[in-house]
């Protein structure tokens, strides 16, 4: 990975200093170091936050043009990154070409994942255990590679490579003989894909066809987690202590996805054009696991305790993946245009799995030795699914002052699902066939008055049938916007938008309504000052009835968030020194009350016109009104040096 | 065919150049900065100031009259670009994202600036530029949980393109499915015991990728919560109501149904998604 990293690292760096003496080069750099400081409860801070002290890039930028007839190996270079050091995430971006010759693209990112989260996943949070079961401390590097050859007018081949990989350790949970235990995880999932393929243009027809190789190896290597060996749940069962002794489980998977991709834009004529796509992808996985426990131990499904289990896994997907689309659109004159459009997404699914257990001395809930006892359980899961989108648009534009539009979609959704006897744990309900229709419109318009433009946009959608409690009957929405400003003196943008979602279908009930409303201002009274000032709301009011999983009576599901946020900044340049500051301040007082305040502060001064120092300060300071212990206030100071020329 | 629309379109660049060169005797400062960008007029077969602009003849001829020359705004703007920016036009293709508001590509692009502060010719860093019309998105991600618009992190057009696409506002992956998976690429799947992601849902089923209140960017504050109002039967039959969640929720081991379900983006390996 470190390899990688420096390699990308050291080929960016490359390419930019073999341009850096050219004659129209720009560079910029700022780089420092923070110091981050954490009071309260540090692993929500870095669950949301994740800074940490040490050296940061701020900002790198080198853009490089050379217009000559020869301009070497590159006439066009631009290499951004920022982020890297202390940040939780960095990403680089490095474009490059020669005319007629090459266009490299090449696109890294990285992010530090952390969460460890006081309340979630805790079952042992009232015994004052923190955090949660779940935590992981991982990275997610991705890597994004493009070389088009543009060497003849209507040809450009294409050849690209994407890398995703995703590792580090983490703490989960298992449930098995009656407890759940908590255990360790180290894990390493990769995904990559090699393409070709190439872009084609003329003056009426222009397009893709390109070929991808997909290809996913993961790996999951699991064992107990120092202490857990005595499970979340003191007592015994059944008279008998339920401990696990020892515990490992390695998982590889692999999938396999060739990917075909093909666009096309034809021009049919000066006032018609023709669209159509097609995406086919065919993922086939397999998955090996074995899994070896021993303990004292309860299996209820065979009524017996054990003292040992060795399982293994041997699974298999099958998943093609098909998405079509055909377009038409009509310039109707200087004012109107009329798309009209038909899109298909098939997809399918055939599981199987076999699981092989061999459970170790049992002995039946009386009393009786009964030795070894194998299970085999073979499943197979299957899904098809089919949606047939159709839509047709008409956009009026430039009638005086106004403009509307509107559209209307169908969306044709057809599921079927295969019920399996090894997942039976009810009879009935988890296979079944699903058809729903859902109809949609939209009409809207706009007044531009030159200062001022005013928007509107509503919209419903209707549908004749439900596949899942959460899928709404009827939706309707309304926005609005208006962006008012004089010159770049103020600016004044409002929006609103409101949205309601309900199906009041038997045994469903699901009532929604959400709005959000935002004001923002923004005043420039002279071109070193910059003031803003804005407020947010979101609300959103949710109800569906559900069962009391232990006494099946109904009740009421009732989420509701209720937040405010208010935020400032400005932005003052005096002779040398730049003041930027912001702070903002967002408190909800829904389902899951809390507040969380954000203050930024930055100086920076010209020391030379190439060479600047910036000091900064940032604080942020949570609080949630039901779990104080979740709480935390964090600094971050940071001084950095920039360089431009 | 292709050889002759290439030298026919050289032949029409190598005009306009010539025709171009008398835009620069007033506009010089802005001639200087085009000739360093990738639109400058010094290069074989790249546009000119007659390119985007038209014919200045009656514009010359009536003391720099701007009402005489073509500016290009709005999606007649938007137009102009497009003739030579095919796969962008592509990608616009029948998603004008961006048409009802009448924003084209000069709202976000800047033309003529060479070594702009921003790549892609941005006028100004990506979610600033988004966040001015969409303030209401750009508040949401002020909640504690989320993705992280900061330095380094995600970007609006991470996962948008404002361009339009196969998947409206939102991107398709490589494979046409939903952006979400070309980071969190191990949840794509498939697996023999899938859940909601592509069956009957997606990841917005139960995540808020913009912000959240809830731990895990969730829908819900209570993950016993979230499940339950799927999980849950009354009469018809709808997926996943059956089987309905048996346990008894007054104990805290079974109010936190991750801790046993843990593989709730699918499994291949346990149909109760324990592992």
Same mark, same amino acid.
């Given at each position: 990975m470190k390899t990688l990293r420096l390699a990308i690292a050291a080929f960016s760096i490359l390419a930019a200093a073999t341009v850096v003496s050219a004659q129209s080069t720009a560079f910029d750099i700022e780089f420092g170091y923070q110091n981050v400081d954490v009071s309260g409860n540090e692993n929500m801070f870095m669950t949301q936050i994740n800074q940490d002290s040490g050296f940061v890039l701020r900002n790198l930028s080198v853009s490089y043009f050379d217009p000559s007839e020869?301009?070497?190996? !590159? %006439?066009r270079l631009r290499l951004d990154a920022s982020g890297f050091g202390g940040n939780p995430a960095g990403r680089l971006h490095l474009q490059m070409g020669r005319d007629h010759t090459y266009r490299l693209n090449l696109f890294y990112q990285q992010f530090k994942t952390f969460s460890a989260l006081p309340a979630f996943a805790n079952p042992l949070l009232d015994d004052g255990v923190m955090p949660g079961q779940h935590t992981w401390d991982r990275t997610r590097d991705i890597l994004d590679i493009r070389l088009e050859l543009p060497l003849w007018a209507a040809i450009t081949p294409v050849v690209g490579y994407r890398w995703n990989r995703y590792d580090g350790p983490g703490l989960t949970t298992y449930h098995v003989g009656g407890d759940e235990f908590q255990i360790s995880s180290d894990l390493e999932q990769t995904e990559s894909e090699f393409y070709l393929g190439f872009d084609f243009a003329t003056k009426a027809v222009q397009g893709t066809l390109t070929q991808g190789w997909r290809d996913f190896d993961g790996t999951n290597n699991q064992g107990l987690a120092p202490g857990a060996g005595a499970g979340n749940n003191p007592g015994s069962l059944l008279g008998q202590d339920v401990e696990l002794d020892s515990f490992s489980r390695t998982e590889k998977t692999s999938v396999s996805t060739p990917v075909t991709t093909f666009h096309i834009t034809a021009? !049919?004529? %000066?006032?018609i054009r023709l669209i159509g796509s097609y995406v086919y992808a065919d993922a086939d996985g397999d998955t090996n696991m074995s899994e070896m426990l021993a303990g004292s131990l309860v299996s209820f499904q065979l009524a017996s305790f054990f003292r040992g289990l060795d399982q293994s896994v041997e699974s298999n997907t099958s998943s093609p993946f098909q998405r079509g689309e055909a377009r038409a659109e009509f310039d109707l004159g200087d004012h109107v245009d009329l798309k009209v459009g038909y899109e298909f997404r098939d997809r399918e699914l055939d599981g199987w799995a076999m699981i092989s257990s061999l459970f170790m001395e049992t002995m039946s809930f009386s009393g009786y030795e009964q030795g070894d006892i194998v299970s085999l359980v073979e499943a197979q899961t299957g899904y098809t699914r089919k949606d047939q989108i159709g839509n047709l648009r008409v956009d009026v534009r430039d009638i005086g002052l106004f403009r509307f539009w509107g559209q209307f979609v169908v969306d044709d959704q057809d599921l079927d699902v295969s019920q399996d006897v090894a997942e039976i744990v009810l009879p009935y309900g988890q296979e079944g066939q699903f058809n729903r229709k859902v109809d949609s419109y939209e009409v809207g318009g706009m007044v531009d008055l030159g200062s001022a433009k005013i928007l509107l946009d509503l919209g419903g959608q209707s549908a004749d049938d439900i596949i899942m409690r959460t899928d709404f009957n009827d939706r309707s929405y309304v926005r609005g916007r208006v962006d008012w400003s004089i010159g770049r003196l103020f600016r004044v943008l409002a929006t609103a938008e409101s949205i309601d979602t309900d199906n009041q279908s038997s045994g469903v009930g699901y009532d929604a309504t959400t709005t959000h409303y935002a004001l923002d201002f923004t005043v420039t009274p002279v071109d070193n000052f910059n003031l803003g000032l804005a407020w947010d709301n979101y609300s959103t009011d949710s109800q569906i009835p559900y069962r009391v999983p232990q006494t099946l009576d109904p009740a009421m599901s009732i989420y509701t968030e209720d937040g405010d946020m208010y935020s400032g900044n400005l932005r003052w340049t005096i002779s040398i020194v730049t003041l930027s500051a912001a702070y903002s301040t967002f408190e909800n007082t829904g389902s899951f009350p809390l507040k969380m305040d954000h203050a930024t502060a930055r100086v920076a001064v010209d020391l030379t016109k190439n060479i600047a120092v910036a000091g900064e300060y940032e604080n942020w300071d949570y609080s949630e009104n039901l779990f104080s212990a979740a709480d935390y206030n964090a600094d971050r100071w940071g001084l950095y040096l920039r360089y431009r020329r | 065919m292709v050889l002759g629309v290439g030298l026919a379109a050289a032949q029409a660049a190598n005009d306009d150049r010539e025709a171009s060169e +008398?835009?620069?005797?007033?506009h010089d400062t802005v001639a200087a900065e085009l000739?360093?960008?990738?639109?400058?007029?010094?290069? +074989? /077969?790249t546009p000119s100031c007659v390119t985007c602009h038209g014919d200045g003849t009656k514009h010359m001829d009536n003391d /720099?009259?701007?009402?005489?020359i073509n500016i290009p705004t709005g999606a007649s703007g938007a137009a102009t670009c497009l003739e030579c920016h095919g796969q962008i036009q592509q990608m616009f293709a029948g998603r004008w994202a961006h048409g009802d508001a009448e924003v084209y590509c000069g709202s976000c692009h800047t033309i003529h600036s060479p070594h702009n502060a921003q790549p892609m010719q941005l006028v100004k860093a990506a979610n600033d530029l988004c966040a001015q019309c969409h303030p209401s998105q750009a508040g949401s991600f002020e909640k504690p949980f989320g993705h992280d618009l900061d330095l380094g992190g995600v970007q609006c057009i991470s996962c948008h393109d404002p361009h339009g696409g196969g998947g409206g506002s939102l991107k398709v992956d490589s494979s046409g499915e939903i952006v979400c998976y070309s980071c969190h690429a191990e949840k794509r799947g498939p697996f023999v015991f899938p859940h909601v992601n592509g069956v009957a849902g997606t990841c917005l089923s139960c995540h808020q990728p913009h912000g959240s209140v809830n731990p895990m960017a969730l829908t819900r504050s209570r993950v016993d919560q979230l499940c339950l109002e799927c999980h849950s039967v009354f009469d018809g039959s709808t997926l996943g109501s059956q089987p309905p969640s048996f346990h008894n929720l007054r104990s805290p081991r079974y109010q936190n149904c991750t801790t046993c379900h843990v593989a709730v983006h699918g499994s291949n390996t346990s149909p109760l998604l324990e592992k």
């Open positions: 020869n301009p070497g190996f !590159a %006439d021009r !049919a004529s %000066d006032r | +008398a835009c620069a005797v007033c000739e360093m960008t990738v639109h400058s007029p010094m290069r +074989a /077969g /720099g009259d701007p009402s005489m």
